[in-house]
T-cell receptor, first 113, second 113 residues
Framework: DADVTQTPRNRITKTGKRIMLECSQT?????MYWYRQDPGLGLQLIYYSFDVKDINKGEISDGYSVSRQAQAKFSLSLESAIPNQTALYFCATMARNGRNEQFFGPGTRLTVL | GNSVTQMEGPVTLSEEAFLTINCTYT??????LFWYVQYPGEGLQLLLKATKADDKGSNKGFEATYRKETTSFHLEKGSVQVSDSAVYFC????????????FGTGTRLTIIP
């Protein structure tokens, strides 16, 4: 079984709809991250969380919100989706021990029409 | 702020050719440096890392040396295989602050038989 899972894997929605992307992990890591990937831009950090009570904005948080429901779950919401939020979204986790390795989920491809 | 500049792709090589993907960075202090690989349809996986100057990271025949004097972390492999076809991302993590990764834009590598 995968250590970091994301649901859904693909989603097509319309402008103005509310969308939630979910991430679950079985690695027991404290730190969780949401990134978006756009062609030619690499990965950009949206939000990150160091534990259940800690939420921090990343580089491109506008238009997004997150919820850390439990240590193992970190959800990303688009309150009112717009076409330029069409992208590939990745969740990642990292242990607190400072070894620097982030573990990525398989990604969610979101298309906003 | 921190930034990573990566060799633009796509890069196409024949099997058994020598590979170099250039990566340079801008950061204060002494960041940790990483190469991640993304195979088609999958999330990113850590390929190798180096945490201090002159360290050499290596994995699966790939190598990269942390060069503080040239602020570089070029990825090399002596003989590529078709299975190495993927997108490669250079990244850095500052050794203070919020632990986030700063990614380059990615280089798509295609190996032809």
């Amino acid at each position: 079984d995968a250590d970091v899972t994301q649901t859904p894997r693909n989603r097509i929605t319309k402008t103005g709809k509310r969308i939630m992307l979910e991430c679950s992990q079985t690695k027991g890591h404290d730190r969780m991250y949401w990134y978006r990937q756009d062609p030619g831009l690499g990965l950009q950090l949206i939000y990150y969380s160091f534990d259940v009570k800690d939420i921090n904005k990343g580089e491109i948080s506008d238009g997004y919100s997150v919820s850390r429901q439990a240590q193992a779950k970190f959800s990303l919401s688009l309150e009112s989706a717009i076409p330029n939020q069409t992208a590939l979204y990745f969740c990642a986790t990292m242990a607190r021990n400072g070894r620097n390795e982030q573990f990525f989920g398989p990604g969610t491809r979101l298309t906003v029409l | 702020g921190n930034s990573v500049t990566q060799m633009e792709g796509p890069v196409t090589l024949s099997e058994e050719a020598f590979l170099t993907i250039n990566c340079t960075y801008t950061a204060t202090g002494y960041p940790s440096l990483f190469w991640y690989v993304q195979y088609p349809g999958e999330g990113l996986q850590l390929l190798l890392k180096a945490t201090k100057a002159d360290d050499k990271g290596s994995n699966k025949g790939f190598e990269a040396t942390y060069r503080k004097e040239t602020t570089s972390f070029h990825l090399e492999k002596g003989s590529v295989q078709v299975s190495d076809s993927a997108v490669y991302f250079c990244a850095l993590r500052a050794n203070f602050g919020n632990e986030k990764l700063t990614f380059g834009t990615g280089t798509r590598l295609t190996i032809i038989p």
